[in-house]
T-cell receptor, first 115, second 113 residues
Framework: GAVVSQHPSWVICKSGTSVKIECRSL??????MFWYRQFPKQSLMLMAT?????????EQGVEKDKFLINHASLTLSTLTVTSAHPEDSSFYIC???????????FGNGTRLTVT | DQQVKQNSPSLSVQEGRISILNCDYT??????FLWYKKYPAEGPTFLISISSIKDKNEDGRFTVFLNKSAKHLSLHIVPSQPGDSAVYFCASLNTGTASKLTFGTGTRLQVTL
């Protein structure tokens, strides 16, 4: 089956630093990848849609200058949390799609803790 | 505005019995529905989906029912197994809008021995 690898699985960083999270589709090409954020006991909230070779589309309320998304190839998208603050601490999950309307395949998520 | 709602935050079912997880949506433009299973500290795993042109889809122990007039879908797991214990999310989308999934808040299923 389709596999999506997300790295790192957890990271602790200090306030003011930047953190990069990678999302790779291992055995398929993903023209579209999605980035979600999950707060404790809440649903997955879509942050942005990442299309290979073009700028990401951000959801309302998501700061594009803070959450930098780069979809460099058909198998890799990165999310960089810039100048991280404690309120950015959360569980970030990426997903990728093999084709239009096919089910999303998710990475295992990244637990970010900002101290 | 929560367009996809799972009103039961938790559910406990005995092993071997049927688990029924419910999901309601408000957006009549949604035409494709999915269920995901999620273990702690892991990403969701796709379980089963259904298109709005159907009212039932079955895959092994998992069956999804869709009632479009009521804007309601449910996931039936039978027989329930301890390994089914997880959080289940329903998700909906309008296939005409670039596949942006809207997730429910999840239901934690506990299958007891």
């Amino acid at each position: 089956g389709a596999v999506v690898s997300q790295h790192p699985s957890w990271v602790i960083c200090k306030s003011g630093t930047s953190v990069k999270i990678e999302c790779r589709s291992l055995d398929f090409q993903a023209t579209t990848m999605f980035w979600y954020r999950q707060f404790p006991k809440q649903s997955l909230m879509l942050m942005a849609t990442s299309n290979e070779g073009s700028k990401a589309t951000y959801e309302q309320g998501v700061e594009k200058d803070k959450f930098l998304i780069n979809h460099a190839s058909l198998t890799l998208s990165t999310l960089t949390v810039t100048s991280a603050h404690p309120e950015d601490s959360s569980f970030y999950i990426c997903s990728a799609q093999q084709g239009n309307n096919s089910p999303l395949h998710f990475g295992n998520g990244t637990r970010l803790t900002v101290t | 505005d929560q367009q996809v709602k799972q009103n039961s935050p938790s559910l406990s079912v005995q092993e071997g019995r049927i688990s029924i997880l419910n999901c309601d949506y408000t957006n009549s433009m949604f035409d494709y529905f999915l269920w995901y299973k999620k273990y702690p500290a892991e990403g969701p795993t796709f379980l089963i989906s259904i298109s709005s042109i159907k009212d039932k889809n079955e895959d092994g122990r998992f069956t999804v029912f869709l009632n479009k007039s009521a804007k309601h879908l449910s996931l039936h797991i039978v027989p329930s197994q301890p390994g089914d214990s997880a959080v289940y999310f329903c998700a909906s989308l309008n296939t005409g809008t670039a596949s942006k999934l809207t997730f429910g808040t999840g239901t934690r299923l506990q299958v007891t021995l």
